[in-house]
């Protein structure tokens, strides 16, 4: 699209939002022209709450993956909540089947169940507390329980394990983790970027591979990349994270310089929304993504459980 055209669009969808009282809230993944026309742009967790406090708002139009919109419309059982494309499924979601997890269950049944929000309502049904990559590690250590059942990201097990080693932290299922974030390897390419520049800081999303995470001058969700790229005195960063974010970065904070870990890496469920069909759900108020009462009334308490626990 012209650029001339998709302001054209940005405007047509802020007017319409306006018009029905809706909201527009934005995943850091979403494609820049997305990113600028948010009523709240973000991580997970950032997400969550702004969702929670949707007050007044009609219509909450999501521009995320399935997940992402499940939650906020758990946190909103009265509102309408439309995620503009039926096939922006995030596949890590997908790993942890409910048999797999009531298994482990079985097997574990003293351990605390926590679960990341990147999961399908009914295995929340099945949890104690939720997390994101923003609070796995606050959330764990604060737990009762000596072992943790955590699924579906191996790596982001791994990650909390790091920092809370009194914990036993069990991957539910074994290897379950994002396509996009294990793209990053143990991080050869971002080595050779830091040889290129000694002085850059090498921030990492928790979703990497742990030879990758121990490499990094900071692991961190995409807002916690966020808020250190702005704070540190650092002018030069190495982003490992999908490359929304980096756009992001690059068009907030100039004056810095933002590499990508990786030359492109793209997660192809999070760009399956596009300016068009935002406009196009604002316009229908579809598609609706509704979680059957049966599992949302048991869904939600992790997630608010999350909130409650979450500094
Ligand atoms: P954040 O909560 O850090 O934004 O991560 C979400 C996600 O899906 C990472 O792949
Ligand atoms: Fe899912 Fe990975 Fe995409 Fe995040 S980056 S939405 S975890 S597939």
Known sequence: MRRADVSELQRKITELKEEKNAVLLVH????????????????SLGLSRRAQDAGDTD??????????AETASLLNPDKKVVLP???????????????????????????????????????????????????????????????VLFGPDKNLAWYASQRVPDKTVIPVPEHGHCNVHVLFGVGE??????????????????????????KA?????????????????????IIGTEVGLVDRLRREIP?????????????????????ENTYQALLEEAPVVKVPEDIAARARVPIERMLEMSG
């Open 255 to 275: 004056g810095k310089t933002f590499l990508p870990a990786l030359d492109y890496n793209e997660c192809s469920a999070m760009k399956r929304i596009t300016l």
């Open 217 to 237: 001058d900071y692991v961190l969700s995409t807002g916690g990349i966020y808020r250190r790229s702005k704070e540190s005195d650092a002018k030069v960063f």
């Open 59 to 68: 219509l909450i139009v999501f521009c995320g993956v399935d997940f992402m």
């Open 85 to 147: 494309s039926k096939t922006a499924r995030c596949p890590m979601a997908a790993m942890l089947p409910l048999r797999v997890l009531k298994s482990a269950k079985e097997e574990h049944p003293d351990a605390a169940v926590v679960l990341y929000v990147n999961t399908l309502a009914e295995a929340k049904a099945e949890a104690d507390v939720c997390t994101t990559s923003a609070n796995t590690a606050e959330i764990i250590s604060q737990l009762d329980e000596e072992t």
């Open 28 to 43: 850091n993944y979403q494609v820049a022209e997305i990113q600028e026309i948010a009523d709240y742009l973000g991580d």
């Open 189 to 214: 390419e971002a080595m050779r970027l830091k040889e290129e520049h000694p002085d850059a800081e090498l921030l990492v999303h928790p979703e990497c591979n742990p030879e990758f995470q121990m």
